[in-house]
């Protein structure tokens, strides 16, 4: 046989060898993986409440937001009669940080006047410079 065929043949079985005796040589971990239930879960969450964060949204209060509507409102191009102003009501529901903008986007129940239906309606909130909150209608 050809001098570089036996060294190929040989490189390769050290090669196997020294694969194969590295691999028995190493300790291998025992994976032991265990489950939690449901409850062991929620029992160490409302135990220490810092396991599982909750993200804080800073929303304004229902006052803030329906001051924050009416201002928006008034200054609307669309309002032609200022002096006639309806009398507004709105309470907020959820809120969540907006994504396509400053401040949140809070899903609001809207009424024009005391008789009136209400209408839910996303809208945006944002803190101006002056620290007084802004809504934005879409």
Same mark, same amino acid.
């Given at each position: 046989? &050809? ?12 090669? @196997? !060898? ?5 691999? $028995? ?6 994976? %032991? ?5 449901? @409850? ?6 409302? @135990?220490?409440?810092? $396991?599982?964060? $909750? ?6 209060? %229902?006052? %803030? ?5 009416? &201002? ?6 669309? !309002?032609?009669?200022? &002096? ?5 009501? $709105? ?8 994504? &396509? ?21 996303? !809208? ?7 620290? %007084? ?6």
């Amino acid at each position: 046989m &050809n001098n570089a065929v036996l060294l190929a043949i040989t490189a390769g079985v050290g090669l @196997a !060898v020294g694969a194969g005796g590295t691999w $028995l040589a190493i300790p291998h971990p025992a994976v %032991e993986a265990t489950t939690i239930t449901k @409850a062991d879960l929620t029992a160490a969450i409302t @135990a220490d409440p810092s $396991l599982c964060p $909750l993200p804080v949204v800073e929303k304004p209060s %229902e006052g %803030e937001a329906l001051a924050a509507f009416q &201002n928006a409102q008034s200054s609307s191009p669309l !309002v032609w009669d200022r &002096n006639d102003m309806p009398k507004i009501s $709105l309470a907020l529901g959820q809120c969540d940080k907006n994504n &396509n903008g400053p401040g949140v986007s809070c899903m609001t129940s809207i009424k024009m006047s005391p008789q009136a239906q209400p209408l839910d309606r996303v !809208v945006g909130f944002a803190k101006g410079a002056s620290g %007084e909150w802004i809504a934005t209608i879409n």
